[in-house]
């Protein structure tokens, strides 16, 4: 038993002399690196920064990052280094310890692009195999970007123990970044990490491989350019669908602006300038509905837009009804007069929201639950756009179904497709057009409510959409509702295909010229609609 108790003694005590021996050593070796900082020399920092990282203290990540953060400092006369914590006190950067003297010398350590380059590789290298998933992927991207050969140690060493798949992905892609551009590395080596890159196919591998090292083997380039052309080809097809996402995006807020414009238009054939302003009258309701939040219960800031959304389709509906009922209903049967009365009416109502709010642009939040974005492959999505595309196909799917089952619906379509017979049959077409008016203006409050989440809410908001929604009422078909998605979709996709070839300004003109093309051949738009009085 003594004999037991005495061998198990024995081993305590050798390793605790074995921990002592190892505590010295890195206190020694971190001792001797430290000293490159008080040279005062980038090249002796950028080696001072190496020999620290691989000195294996634990101390040397509160020295790099004190030194990435400009709280590393030196004394000429003492030859010591020391670190500032964020509360202001000096510690000794060998010991961790505070200082017993603070020297009166003090200086920071000088930074350059190249020392911060080492400040990053090591980091990364240092990190890698750090409890917090969070540091051990930012470690993996900055080696990534260093490509620092004095990490593949570290790197193998990460793999091997990682079980978070993306984080282990990550660490492989780093390391074969450092692989490619490790002049030792073997060809076989460097043709696997080329591999990796070609898997992992995003800007990022492909400018590693367009930037490969003089002196890699013939084999290893020749791999790299099948690559490069696969991930070319691949970013292409990507682009294209992150066109076809904008193009979405773009045509969304374009029926949403249109929509109402198709009912007003399809309906009683007013063209409707002042359709912009009720746009603007609903991004200013959200304006007022969120400041009100702000001042008196901020706890529902998140709820600010459902609140708004109501309120915006009410006020833009009203002053709609009181448009049409007020100038529009003298002006019938005579659309260059109401086209002038209505432009006057934008101007009057423009002026007004200058008086009241300001010329200057607003300030409108996106809620918690609309801000952000998530990556679907190499596009990325963002929650203000998708909740608005969602958005418009629930007030275009509702509008439906309205049209379709409801009595006013019925009506609607009456007066649309012969007029004097619907008003040989009782219906009050005088009211038909107010209700249609308000129904109209009131969609295009719930697109002003839409596009301050992602535009400027200013006086001159609808100016930006009343030409845009014209064109696509025009060429879907003027009130066929159908007509007017498939044209907005079509509109925003074509445009964003052709804003990368021409820019934004020649884009629109050439949708413009082809509509105008379009329009000869098709004078009723792309779904035309059908009746007795359209077709007499």
């Known amino acids: 038993m003594r004999v037991v108790r005495h061998g198990v003694s024995s081993l305590i005590v050798m390793l605790w002399l074995v921990l ?8 020694q070796d971190i001792e001797s690196a430290l000293s490159g900082f008080t040279a005062d020399s980038f090249a002796d920092t950028d080696s001072a920064v190496g020999a620290v990282a691989r000195s294996g203290s634990p101390l040397a990540i509160p020295v790099i990052e004190a030194l990435q953060e400009g709280r590393l400092l030196f004394s000429t006369q003492q030859k010591r280094v020391y670190v500032r914590d964020r509360t202001g006190a000096v510690l000794d950067a060998a010991t961790g310890k505070p200082a017993a003297a603070v020297p009166t010398d003090l200086s920071p350590v000088r930074l350059n692009n190249r020392v911060r380059r080492a400040i990053d590789a090591a980091l ?15 470690a993996a991207r900055a080696v990534f970007k260093s490509k620092d050969p004095n990490a593949i140690e570290a790197l193998v060493a ?25 002049p030792d590395a073997s060809e076989a080596e460097k043709i696997e990490a080329v591999a990796v890159m070609r898997q992992r196919g995003d800007q990022d591998a ?60 399809g309906v009683m054939g007013v063209i409707n300038m002042a359709h912009g302003e009720m746009v603007m ?5 959200t304006f007022v509905v969120q400041e009100l939040i702000r001042a008196h219960n901020p706890a529902l800031f998140d709820y600010s837009l459902p609140i708004a959304i109501p309120l915006a389709f009410i006020v833009a509906g009203a002053v709609g009804i009181l448009i049409e009922r007020g100038v529009i209903r003298f002006l019938y049967g005579r659309p260059l007069e109401t086209l002038l009365a209505t432009w006057g009416i934008s101007l009057i109502l423009q002026q007004t929201v200058r008086t009241v709010f300001g010329p200057t642009n607003k300030d409108v939040g996106n809620p918690s639950w ?64 107010a209700l249609t008016f308000g129904l109209g203006s009131g969609i295009a409050g719930l697109a002003g409510v839409a596009l301050s989440q992602i535009d400027n809410v200013s006086p ?56 105008i093309l379009f329009i000869q051949k098709r004078p009723r738009g792309l779904f035309a609609l059908k009746g007795r009085a359209i077709e007499a």
């Open 20 to 27: 002592i021996g190892t505590s010295a050593a890195q206190a």
């Open 124 to 138: 990364g290298g240092l990190t890698l195999l750090s409890p917090d998933p969070g540091r051990r992927l930012d």
């Open 158 to 182: 990460a793999i091997k123990k990682e079980t978070n798949p993306n984080i282990r992905q990550a660490l492989i892609e780093a390391h074969a970044a450092v692989v490619l551009f490790k």
């Open 206 to 265: 492909l400018g590693l491989l367009s930037s490969l090292p003089e002196g890699t083997p013939d084999g290893v380039k020749r791999t790299a350019q099948d690559a490069i052309a696969a991930i070319q080809t691949n970013l292409a097809m990507w682009s294209g669908v992150q066109n076809v996402w904008y193009g979405l995006s773009l045509g969304s807020v374009l029926l949403l602006a249109a929509i109402g414009l198709a009912i007003t238009f």
């Open 281 to 285: 009258l609903g991004a200013y309701t």
């Open 370 to 433: 609309m801000s952000g974005a998530f990556e679907v492959g190499y596009i990325t999505i963002t929650y203000n756009r998708l909740w608005i595309i969602v958005f418009t196909m629930t007030i275009f799917l509702l509008l439906l179904a309205m049209l379709r089952f409801t009595h006013l619906g019925l009506e609607m379509r009456a007066v649309t497709q012969n007029r004097a017979m619907a008003a040989s049959m009782g219906i009050r077409t005088s009211r038909v057009d």
């Open 460 to 515: 001159n908001l609808g100016q930006g959409y009343i030409i845009d929604s014209f064109m696509v009422v025009v060429f879907g078909g003027v009130g066929n509702l159908w007509g007017t998605l498939v044209g907005a979709f079509t509109l925003g996709i074509a445009n964003k295909f052709l804003e990368p070839y021409a820019g934004a300004v020649l884009a629109k003109i050439a949708i413009l010229v082809l509509i």
